[in-house]
């Protein structure tokens, strides 16, 4: 079966630091991964993803995620973390057309805090 | 202006009540899902719809109906057999089935 995790519920970070979102997924077939953020109230927005290609994925608001098929991981990361970037992030995972299930999966999120 | 959206932003149900929730995109998106968001658990999948006249249940299907009898719009029906209906419902849609899911604002529903 699929799933994905989230193992960190809340990550803090000073503001002009690097900020690391950790993903851990399982996934029958090839895996597309996902980063999402939610801000209060509001619905998801799409910040990036992977499907196929170079390992390190750049994606919007100066976000990348890096792509690690022997860890099976999908950790997102900035070089300086901004206030603004205090959200909710998600990652999502779903198999490729060869798999088995093509339904998303999302993981718990985590809260990220991003202090002045 | 682009997008998906849902209305209303907050809904309020009755005990025995039967309350739908509206999404509409004028995305030209063939496939449209509903999910719900509680606290702590991410998104669990409601109900989704690849093409018009179809879809098909998700994880969480029981006590909630569907139609898409238009491209644009996909409600959904919170029925009075949902015992536990309080949560956070978004919409979203994309090109295909297998293409990126874009989500529209939510509705957050509550109980009286």
């Known amino acids: 079966a699929q799933s994905v995790a989230q193992p960190e519920d809340q990550v803090n970070v000073a503001e002009g630091n690097p900020l690391t979102v950790k993903c851990t997924y399982s996934?029958?077939?090839?895996?597309?991964l996902f980063w999402y953020v939610q801000y209060p109230n509001r619905g998801l927005q799409f910040l990036l993803k992977?499907?196929?290609?170079?390992?390190l994925v750049k994606g919007s608001y100066g976000f990348e995620a890096e792509f690690n098929k022997s860890q099976t991981s999908f950790h997102l990361k900035k070089p300086s973390a901004l206030v603004s970037d205090s959200a909710l992030y998600f990652c999502?995972?779903?198999?490729?057309?060869?798999?088995?299930?093509?339904?998303?999966?999302f993981g718990k999120g985590t809260k990220l805090s991003v202090k002045p | 202006d682009g997008g998906i959206t849902q209305s209303p932003k907050y809904l309020f149900r009755k005990e025995g009540q039967n309350v739908t929730l509206s999404c509409e995109q004028n995305?030209?998106?063939?496939?449209m899902y509903w999910y719900r968001q509680d606290p702590g658990q991410g998104l669990r999948l409601i109900y989704y719809?690849?093409?018009?006249?179809?879809?098909q249940k998700g994880d969480i299907a029981e006590g909630y109906s569907v139609s898409r009898e238009k491209k644009e719009s996909f409600p959904l029906t919170v029925t009075s057999a949902q015992k536990n209906p309080t949560a956070f419902y978004l919409c979203?849609?994309?090109?295909?089935?297998?293409?990126?899911?874009?989500f529209g604002p939510g509705t957050r529903l509550l109980v009286l």
């Open positions: 719809s690849q093409i018009v006249n179809d879809f």
């Open positions: 999502a995972v779903r198999a490729d057309r060869g798999g088995s299930q093509g339904n998303l999966i």
């Open positions: 996934v029958s077939g090839n895996p597309y």
């Open positions: 979203a849609s994309s090109i295909g089935e297998w293409e990126t899911q874009y």
């Open positions: 995305l030209n998106h063939d496939a």
């Open positions: 992977y499907i196929t290609g170079d390992n």
